[in-house]
T-cell receptor, first 115, second 112 residues
Framework: ETGVTQTPRHLVMGMTNKKSLKCEQH?????MYWYKQSAKKPLELMFV???????ENNSVPSRFSPECPNSSHLFLHLHTLQPEDSALYLC??????????????FGDGTRLSIL | TQLLEQSPQFLSIQEGENLTVYCNSS?????LQWYRQEPGEGPVLLVT?????EVKKLKRLTFQFGDARKDSSLHITAAQTGDTGLYLC????????????FGKGTKLTVNP
């Protein structure tokens, strides 16, 4: 039990489908993140939310749309994805203090496959 | 673009052996974290180092932060099969943005 829960764990979708990934944290943290993990690449930060406000969009294509309705929940809405978007999508949370040493707590990820 | 280089990329050893993995950059870190990721799970934080020259120990794992804060190493003594996983370093660069930059990781396999 990591305190960060992601659903679904696996998702297969066609390029024309619309789906959403969900992340919930039970740690009382004020910052949440979406990362993309592909084979042979470093973990790529996609979006950051501090106190429900988006503070980072790391040049992510508009076919990925994040939503943070409250500090405990984070969604990633997907539409018209491409085969190269197949990857493990990880959600993380932390207690942001501006010191830069806060650990990030990760969920176990959603394994996304685009047909 | 600030990059972290991790080496080796893959490492396969026998139980009981010692090993060291490295994390290097040409830029200075404000702080650096090491994570371990097991198959089917998300990364889990092992340690955070902040001060140049700092050494931290976590049971059989020894973490060292370079004096110039541009590199770090993780040494495992008497490796066990439970140490198998992907070891990731992640740094916050001095004078950079607040976001963590991750290396590609070292995939360690400890064979019985």
């Amino acid at each position: 039990e990591t305190g960060v829960t992601q659903t679904p764990r696996h998702l297969v979708m066609g390029m024309t489908n619309k789906k959403s990934l969900k992340c919930e944290q039970h740690l009382g943290h004020n910052a949440m993140y979406w990362y993309k993990q592909s084979a042979k690449k470093p973990l790529e930060l996609m979006f950051v939310y501090n106190f429900k406000e988006q503070t980072e969009n790391n040049s992510v294509p508009s076919r990925f749309s994040p939503e943070c309705p409250n500090s405990s929940h984070l969604f990633l809405h997907l539409h018209t994805l491409q085969p190269e978007d197949s990857a493990l999508y990880l959600c993380a949370s932390s207690q942001f203090s501006g010191q830069g040493v806060e650990p990030q707590h990760f969920g176990d990820g959603t394994r996304l496959s685009i047909l | 673009t600030q990059l972290l280089e991790q080496s080796p990329q893959f490492l396969s050893i026998q139980e009981g052996e010692n090993l060291t993995v490295y994390c290097n950059s040409s830029s200075v870190f404000s702080s650096l974290q090491w994570y371990r990721q097991e198959p089917g799970e998300g990364p889990v934080l092992l340690v955070t180092v902040v001060t140049g020259g700092e050494v931290k120990k976590l049971k059989r794992l020894t973490f060292q932060f370079g004096d110039a804060r541009k590199d770090s190493s993780l040494h495992i003594t008497a490796a066990q099969t439970g140490d198998t996983g992907l070891y990731l370093c992640a740094g916050l660069f001095h004078g950079g943005s607040e976001k963590l930059v991750f290396g590609k990781g070292t995939k360690l396999t400890v064979n019985p």
